[in-house]
């Protein structure tokens, strides 16, 4: 056997030896053939952006050849609530690099995720999953950068208090057990997304960990590695089924909610970005944050306010968005900062050997780690729409490569200080602020509509469907009205706490 994939934990490319963006489908009726495979689940994602599921029983080859190759047919009404019930059926047709072996089903089952197309055979233009491969083509056709991006994906797991070993209220970042009581499960997640493709940087513990009564919330985190654009929203939709289907099997309780209780810190959907060309990294340059990163970055914070209509869906999103929360409000960016709403992370440039210092037996290490930097965009949280978000924030990266004057105006947010801290007050009244409810959100989703709409990225339709279910929530005022007031914020919380 070769041993280039013999590491893999995927089984599909264990078993093909080829990468899965290399597998076609007779690699797939080879593999169901072979390894028994008794049954077939197509997946997709409808309007509310939850992975949906259709089911086939394997009877022979040659039905499941007509099934990968024709698709089949769903009710588009069902799944997008803008599409009306007379002309509502499309096909939903599988994409073979997606394929995985079922990590959950008893029964031997291959999952393949899909896309929609309409009665034409055309893409279906209000599918998420299609606007980011346009706002990608997009990209990449206009600037000649391709977008590699990353997620980290905050859950709180809740489940009967236990009396020993207690982590101190809001103190768990990157404890070990016994004070940590869901390492357990965190692990087995992270082996499972990445049997399924999953690109996985690492798992911890994080900062949130809190009790009530006789209940014991605990946050962790698990982080992707930056992949390609359209693979890695696949791998941020099925990361948190599997985690939601092992919190059933464990019996206990997962929550991308964004806030869940008063004081305490929410979880959000940190997206790291990257623009490449030709395999190298063009965030850096001589060690330092390049030129096309700060255009990327003014792009970001231009349209922050209404990337908040894709990555901050529901009131609660609003709640964790306040000050002194390592949750951005303010729209700026800096280095290393986790009160702005783009932060530039610590880097490899420096010219300490910390191998050789750390490893005296070790030479010393000439290695250039620098093509590691990203830069991170803070606001998102769980309740986000994954292909929607990466799409606005990938129009955003191509609409600041376009800004005439994009550097001028990353020089003008730019903040090196703690703009939570009370003396930086002055500093914050100079700079724009990100929206306070939903309705806000969709007054500038609507102000700003023109520029999702540029080269068909975006529709019309999904853009007005996605302000309309933000004004409903009718929010406007809800902060204010709400205020600090526990009991209403934890029914607000309750109302929304499988969001995502």
């Avoid at 995720?113 to 998420?128: A, T, V």
């Avoid at 654009?229 to 092992?246: C, M, N, P, V, Y």
Wanted: contains cysteine.
């Amino acid at each position: 056997m070769s041993t280039a994939f013999s590491l893999s934990p995927n089984p599909l490319v264990k078993f093909l030896q080829k990468d899965p963006q290399q597998f076609t489908k007779a690699d797939l009726l080879l593999f169901i053939e072979t390894q028994h495979i008794q049954m077939l689940n197509f997946r997709y994602t409808g309007g509310d952006g939850r992975l949906k599921t259709l089911n086939f029983v394997v009877n022979d080859l040659a039905q499941v050849d007509e099934i990968l190759s024709s698709g089949e047919r769903v009710d588009g009404s069902s799944l997008f609530p803008y599409i009306q019930a007379g002309n509502s059926d499309l096909y939903v047709v599988p994409r073979f690099r997606t394929a995985f072996l079922n990590p959950f089903s008893d029964i031997p089952t291959l999952d393949i995720l899909c896309s929609f197309y309409d009665k034409n055979g055309i893409p279906f233009e209000g599918s998420p999953e299609y606007i980011l491969q346009k706002a990608h083509i997009q990209l990449k056709e206009k600037t000649g950068f391709e977008f590699e991006v990353m997620g980290e994906l905050e859950y709180y797991i809740i489940s009967e208090k236990e009396p020993y070993f207690v982590t101190d209220d809001q103190r768990g970042y990157h404890e070990s057990s016994p004070f940590t009581k869901w390492e357990a499960l965190r692990k087995e997640a992270m082996l499972t997304i990445a049997s399924v493709g999953g690109n996985i940087k690492y798992g911890h513990s994080e900062v949130g960990n809190f009790t009530v009564g006789n209940l014991e919330y605990e946050q962790n985190e698990i982080e992707f590695k930056p992949s390609k654009l359209e693979d890695a929203a696949d791998q941020l939709l099925i990361g948190k089924w599997i985690l939601r289907t092992l919190a059933y099997q464990y019996g206990v309780t997962v929550t991308f909610a964004p806030k869940i209780s008063v004081g305490k810190a929410g979880s959000g959907l940190h997206i790291h970005t990257r623009l490449m060309k030709n395999g190298r990294n063009q965030m850096i340059e001589n060690g330092k944050i390049s030129e096309t990163a700060r255009k990327a970055i003014a792009g970001y914070l231009s349209l922050a306010k209404s990337l908040t209509a894709f990555g901050n869906t529901n009131p609660t999103s609003y709640f964790r968005l306040v000050p002194n929360q390592e949750a951005p409000t303010s729209i700026c960016w800096g280095d290393r900062n986790r009160s702005v709403l783009v932060r530039v992370p610590l880097g490899w440039t420096g010219q300490n050997d910390m191998l050789k210092h750390a490893n005296p037996l070790e030479q010393a290490n000439s290695t250039d780690f620098s093509h590691k930097q990203t830069v991170e965009f803070r606001c998102p949280d769980g309740s986000a729409d994954i292909y929607l978000l990466l799409a606005g924030l990938t129009v955003a990266a191509r609409h600041g490569i376009e800004m005439e004057n994009a550097l001028e105006y990353a020089e003008k947010t730019y903040v090196d200080v703690n703009i939570f801290a009370a003396e930086n007050q002055e500093k914050v009244k100079s700079l724009d602020q990100l929206p306070l409810s939903c309705w806000d959100s969709a007054t500038a989703l609507e102000a700003q509509q023109d520029i999702y709409l540029k080269y068909n990225v975006f529709d019309k339709r999904t853009l007005e469907g996605i302000s309309t279910k933000l004004r409903n929530f009718r929010d406007e005022n809800l902060r204010s009205e709400i205020g600090n007031d526990e009991e209403q914020i934890l029914e607000l919380v309750d109302r929304f706490f499988h969001c995502g």
